[in-house]
Protein backbone atom coordinates (compact mmCIF):
# COMPACT_ATOMS: atom_id res chain seq x y z
CA UNK A 1 0.00 0.00 0.00
CA UNK A 2 0.76 3.53 -0.46
CA UNK A 3 1.08 6.39 2.10
CA UNK A 4 -1.80 8.57 0.40
CA UNK A 5 -1.18 11.07 4.03
CA UNK A 6 2.43 11.36 5.09
CA UNK A 7 3.52 13.45 8.23
CA UNK A 8 7.18 14.39 8.46
CA UNK A 9 8.68 15.61 11.81
CA UNK A 10 5.52 17.42 12.68
CA UNK A 11 5.40 20.03 15.74
CA UNK A 12 2.55 22.09 16.89
CA UNK A 13 3.08 24.88 19.78
CA UNK A 14 0.72 26.47 21.51
CA UNK A 15 1.46 29.91 23.57
CA UNK A 16 4.65 30.82 21.65
CA UNK A 17 6.55 33.39 23.56
CA UNK A 18 4.07 33.08 26.25
CA UNK A 19 4.59 31.50 30.16
CA UNK A 20 2.17 28.95 28.70
CA UNK A 21 4.22 27.52 26.00
CA UNK A 22 3.72 23.75 25.27
CA UNK A 23 4.14 21.57 22.47
CA UNK A 24 0.98 19.53 21.97
CA UNK A 25 2.25 16.98 18.93
CA UNK A 26 6.48 17.34 18.84
CA UNK A 27 8.62 15.71 16.19
CA UNK A 28 5.58 13.20 15.17
CA UNK A 29 6.09 11.23 11.57
CA UNK A 30 3.90 9.20 10.60
CA UNK A 31 1.63 7.47 7.44
CA UNK A 32 -1.63 6.83 6.23
CA UNK A 33 -1.79 4.35 3.87
CA UNK A 34 -4.58 4.24 1.18
CA UNK A 35 -7.31 2.12 1.63
CA UNK A 36 -6.72 1.45 5.62
CA UNK A 37 -8.66 1.46 8.84
CA UNK A 38 -6.81 3.55 10.88
CA UNK A 39 -7.02 3.76 14.42
CA UNK A 40 -5.54 6.33 17.08
CA UNK A 41 -5.49 6.08 20.53
CA UNK A 42 -3.67 8.35 23.57
CA UNK A 43 -4.42 9.25 26.82
CA UNK A 44 -6.42 12.69 27.37
CA UNK A 45 -3.74 15.65 26.55
CA UNK A 46 -1.18 13.01 23.94
CA UNK A 47 -1.98 14.89 21.16
CA UNK A 48 -4.62 13.34 19.36
CA UNK A 49 -6.91 16.23 18.64
CA UNK A 50 -4.24 18.33 17.31
CA UNK A 51 -2.44 15.64 15.27
CA UNK A 52 -5.95 15.02 12.69
CA UNK A 53 -6.43 18.68 12.65
CA UNK A 54 -3.09 19.00 11.09
CA UNK A 55 -3.65 15.98 8.73
CA UNK A 56 -6.36 18.36 6.62
CA UNK A 57 -5.12 22.08 7.22
CA UNK A 58 -7.60 22.76 10.45
CA UNK A 59 -3.68 23.87 12.04
CA UNK A 60 -0.72 24.63 10.32
CA UNK A 61 2.31 23.39 11.61
CA UNK A 62 4.75 25.17 13.62
CA UNK A 63 7.41 23.06 11.72
CA UNK A 64 7.44 19.97 9.57
CA UNK A 65 5.09 18.91 6.66
CA UNK A 66 1.72 16.98 5.90
CA UNK A 67 2.00 15.45 2.74
CA UNK A 68 -1.73 14.39 0.97
CA UNK A 69 -0.74 12.29 -2.19
CA UNK A 70 2.59 13.58 -1.73
CA UNK A 71 1.67 17.09 -2.21
CA UNK A 72 2.74 19.44 0.67
CA UNK A 73 -0.75 20.47 2.10
CA UNK A 74 1.17 24.12 2.81
CA UNK A 75 2.48 24.81 -0.49
CA UNK A 76 -0.13 27.21 -1.98
CA UNK A 77 -1.77 28.15 1.59
CA UNK A 78 -4.75 29.90 -0.83
CA UNK A 79 -5.73 26.05 -1.88
CA UNK A 80 -5.97 24.34 1.71
CA UNK A 81 -9.59 24.93 1.44
CA UNK A 82 -9.65 21.82 -1.23
CA UNK A 83 -7.97 20.23 0.82
CA UNK A 84 -10.51 20.10 3.67
CA UNK A 85 -12.72 19.02 0.66
CA UNK A 86 -9.92 15.76 0.37
CA UNK A 87 -9.60 15.25 3.47
CA UNK A 88 -12.78 14.75 5.64
CA UNK A 89 -12.70 15.71 9.78
CA UNK A 90 -15.93 15.02 11.75
CA UNK A 91 -15.03 16.31 14.85
CA UNK A 92 -16.68 14.71 18.54
CA UNK A 93 -20.50 15.54 19.08
CA UNK A 94 -20.67 17.08 14.94
CA UNK A 95 -24.68 17.05 15.93
CA UNK A 96 -23.77 20.51 17.51
CA UNK A 97 -22.39 21.92 13.94
CA UNK A 98 -26.09 21.44 12.82
CA UNK A 99 -27.81 24.56 11.58
CA UNK A 100 -29.47 24.32 8.21
CA UNK A 101 -33.21 23.85 7.92
CA UNK A 102 -33.57 20.46 6.95
CA UNK A 103 -31.37 17.53 7.03
CA UNK A 104 -30.87 17.69 3.25
CA UNK A 105 -29.88 21.10 3.20
CA UNK A 106 -27.65 19.96 6.15
CA UNK A 107 -25.81 17.64 3.71
CA UNK A 108 -25.93 19.35 0.45
CA UNK A 109 -24.04 21.93 2.39
CA UNK A 110 -20.31 20.71 1.46
CA UNK A 111 -21.61 19.59 -1.59
CA UNK A 112 -22.90 22.52 -2.75
CA UNK A 113 -19.81 24.84 -1.52
CA UNK A 114 -17.68 22.33 -4.13
CA UNK A 115 -19.83 23.68 -6.90
CA UNK A 116 -21.79 20.71 -8.10
CA UNK A 117 -24.63 20.80 -10.06
CA UNK A 118 -27.77 20.24 -8.67
CA UNK A 119 -28.45 16.49 -9.88
CA UNK A 120 -24.78 15.22 -8.46
CA UNK A 121 -25.24 16.95 -4.99
CA UNK A 122 -28.52 15.14 -4.89
CA UNK A 123 -27.15 11.89 -5.50
CA UNK A 124 -24.43 12.65 -2.37
CA UNK A 125 -27.12 13.41 -0.41
CA UNK A 126 -29.01 10.57 -0.63
CA UNK A 127 -26.31 7.88 -1.16
CA UNK A 128 -24.07 9.28 1.78
CA UNK A 129 -27.98 9.15 4.59
CA UNK A 130 -28.20 5.84 2.88
CA UNK A 131 -24.35 5.23 4.48
CA UNK A 132 -25.27 6.26 7.53
CA UNK A 133 -28.19 4.27 8.05
CA UNK A 134 -30.76 7.00 7.40
CA UNK A 135 -33.96 7.02 4.87
CA UNK A 136 -35.10 9.59 3.01
CA UNK A 137 -38.15 9.97 5.06
CA UNK A 138 -35.34 12.25 6.86
CA UNK A 139 -34.92 14.62 4.12
CA UNK A 140 -37.08 16.97 4.92
CA UNK A 141 -37.40 16.80 8.53
CA UNK A 142 -35.10 19.42 10.73
CA UNK A 143 -32.41 18.28 12.08
CA UNK A 144 -33.14 19.81 15.45
CA UNK A 145 -35.92 17.75 15.71
CA UNK A 146 -33.92 14.21 15.62
CA UNK A 147 -32.57 12.16 18.41
CA UNK A 148 -29.00 12.55 19.30
CA UNK A 149 -28.35 9.55 17.67
CA UNK A 150 -29.67 10.49 14.09
CA UNK A 151 -28.51 13.80 15.02
CA UNK A 152 -24.50 12.58 14.57
CA UNK A 153 -25.49 10.17 11.50
CA UNK A 154 -26.68 13.56 9.62
CA UNK A 155 -23.40 15.47 11.04
CA UNK A 156 -21.51 12.54 9.55
CA UNK A 157 -23.68 12.15 6.08
CA UNK A 158 -22.84 15.99 5.79
CA UNK A 159 -19.14 15.23 5.70
CA UNK A 160 -19.11 11.81 3.54
CA UNK A 161 -21.24 13.40 1.30
CA UNK A 162 -18.41 15.51 -0.33
CA UNK A 163 -16.31 11.93 -0.84
CA UNK A 164 -13.16 12.60 0.58
CA UNK A 165 -10.63 10.25 -0.34
CA UNK A 166 -9.81 10.16 3.44
CA UNK A 167 -12.35 10.53 6.29
CA UNK A 168 -11.47 11.06 9.77
CA UNK A 169 -13.42 10.29 12.73
CA UNK A 170 -12.88 11.81 16.10
CA UNK A 171 -14.70 9.10 18.53
CA UNK A 172 -17.55 8.91 16.37
CA UNK A 173 -19.42 6.69 19.15
CA UNK A 174 -19.25 8.84 22.00
CA UNK A 175 -22.34 9.66 24.01
CA UNK A 176 -24.28 6.97 22.12
CA UNK A 177 -25.57 3.84 24.15
CA UNK A 178 -24.44 0.61 23.27
CA UNK A 179 -26.95 -0.33 20.63
CA UNK A 180 -26.26 3.05 19.16
CA UNK A 181 -22.45 2.68 19.26
CA UNK A 182 -22.89 -1.00 17.34
CA UNK A 183 -25.26 0.91 15.02
CA UNK A 184 -22.68 3.39 14.10
CA UNK A 185 -19.93 1.62 13.72
CA UNK A 186 -21.41 -0.96 11.49
CA UNK A 187 -22.26 1.94 9.35
CA UNK A 188 -18.72 3.29 9.11
CA UNK A 189 -17.27 -0.48 8.66
CA UNK A 190 -20.02 -1.05 5.79
CA UNK A 191 -18.95 2.74 4.57
CA UNK A 192 -15.19 1.42 4.27
CA UNK A 193 -15.60 -1.63 2.67
CA UNK A 194 -18.15 -0.08 0.03
CA UNK A 195 -16.52 2.79 -0.60
CA UNK A 196 -12.51 1.54 -0.07
CA UNK A 197 -11.94 4.90 1.53
CA UNK A 198 -9.25 5.79 4.09
CA UNK A 199 -10.73 5.75 7.42
CA UNK A 200 -8.98 7.37 10.52
CA UNK A 201 -10.67 7.09 13.75
CA UNK A 202 -9.97 8.34 17.36
CA UNK A 203 -11.54 6.34 20.01
CA UNK A 204 -10.79 6.11 23.77
CA UNK A 205 -12.69 2.67 23.69
CA UNK A 206 -9.73 -0.38 23.20
CA UNK A 207 -12.58 -2.27 22.59
CA UNK A 208 -13.74 -0.71 19.74
CA UNK A 209 -10.73 -0.27 17.86
CA UNK A 210 -9.53 -3.18 18.70
CA UNK A 211 -12.43 -4.80 16.39
CA UNK A 212 -12.97 -2.68 13.86
CA UNK A 213 -9.05 -1.32 12.79
CA UNK A 214 -6.46 -2.56 10.49
CA UNK A 215 -3.68 -0.33 11.88
CA UNK A 216 -3.11 1.50 15.50
CA UNK A 217 -0.82 4.56 16.34
CA UNK A 218 -0.44 4.87 19.35
CA UNK A 219 0.40 8.48 20.56
CA UNK A 220 1.41 9.41 24.55
CA UNK A 221 3.17 12.90 25.30
CA UNK A 222 2.97 14.44 21.90
CA UNK A 223 4.54 12.09 20.25
CA UNK A 224 4.10 8.44 18.46
CA UNK A 225 5.26 5.65 21.11
CA UNK A 226 4.11 2.64 19.50
CA UNK A 227 2.29 1.69 15.78
CA UNK A 228 1.23 -1.53 14.52
CA UNK A 229 -1.66 -3.71 13.72
CA UNK A 230 -4.19 -4.62 16.76
CA UNK A 231 -2.12 -7.94 17.81
CA UNK A 232 1.33 -6.27 17.54
CA UNK A 233 0.07 -3.34 19.89
CA UNK A 234 -2.06 -4.98 22.41
CA UNK A 235 0.73 -7.82 22.81
CA UNK A 236 2.64 -4.82 24.41
CA UNK A 237 -0.07 -4.40 27.40
CA UNK A 238 2.12 -3.70 29.92
CA UNK A 239 3.53 -0.91 27.71
CA UNK A 240 0.58 1.28 26.91
CA UNK A 241 -0.45 0.97 30.69
CA UNK A 242 2.68 2.48 31.10
CA UNK A 243 1.47 5.11 29.18
CA UNK A 244 -2.27 5.74 30.61
CA UNK A 245 -3.75 3.48 28.10
CA UNK A 246 -6.23 0.29 29.00
CA UNK A 247 -6.01 -2.82 26.81
CA UNK A 248 -9.89 -4.62 25.32
CA UNK A 249 -11.46 -6.33 28.18
CA UNK A 250 -11.06 -9.35 26.07
CA UNK A 251 -7.23 -8.84 26.35
CA UNK A 252 -7.95 -7.98 30.46
CA UNK A 253 -9.33 -12.08 30.63
CA UNK A 254 -6.49 -13.18 28.98
CA UNK A 255 -4.07 -11.65 31.16
CA UNK A 256 -5.45 -12.69 34.13
CA UNK A 257 -6.06 -16.36 33.11
CA UNK A 258 -2.21 -16.53 32.12
CA UNK A 259 -1.33 -14.97 35.60
CA UNK A 260 -3.47 -17.51 37.11
CA UNK A 261 -1.30 -20.63 35.46
CA UNK A 262 -3.42 -21.09 32.23
CA UNK A 263 -1.42 -21.59 29.34
CA UNK A 264 -2.90 -18.59 26.80
CA UNK A 265 -1.60 -16.26 24.44
CA UNK A 266 -2.67 -12.57 26.65
CA UNK A 267 -2.31 -10.85 23.32
CA UNK A 268 -5.64 -11.74 22.21
CA UNK A 269 -8.25 -9.12 21.41
CA UNK A 270 -11.42 -9.88 20.33
CA UNK A 271 -13.97 -12.73 21.54
CA UNK A 272 -13.63 -14.21 18.64
CA UNK A 273 -9.85 -14.73 19.97
CA UNK A 274 -10.51 -15.36 23.06
CA UNK A 275 -13.01 -18.32 22.23
CA UNK A 276 -10.43 -19.47 19.57
CA UNK A 277 -7.63 -19.74 22.42
CA UNK A 278 -9.62 -21.21 24.79
CA UNK A 279 -10.98 -23.65 22.31
CA UNK A 280 -7.77 -24.93 21.12
CA UNK A 281 -6.60 -25.42 24.56
CA UNK A 282 -9.14 -27.46 25.35
CA UNK A 283 -8.81 -29.87 22.70
CA UNK A 284 -5.18 -29.64 23.58
CA UNK A 285 -6.18 -31.06 26.78
CA UNK A 286 -8.56 -33.77 25.50
CA UNK A 287 -5.74 -35.11 23.13
CA UNK A 288 -3.74 -35.40 26.48
Avoid at 214 to 229: C, E
Amino acid sequence: MRPIIRVEDLTHTYGINTPFCRSAVDGVSMEIYEGEFLGIIGHTGSGKSTLIQHLNGLLQPTSGKIYLEDRDIWAEPKKIRDVRFQVGLVFQYPEYQLFEETVYMDVAFGPKNMGLDEKEIDRRVRASLRFVGLGEDMLEKSPFDLSGGQKRRVAIAGVIAMEPKVLILDEPSAGLDPAGRRSMLENIRAYHKERGTTVVMVSHSMDEVAENVDRIVVLADAGVVMSGTPHEVFSRAQELMDVGLNVPQVTQVAMELKRRGVDIDPAVYTVADLRRALNALKRGRAGC
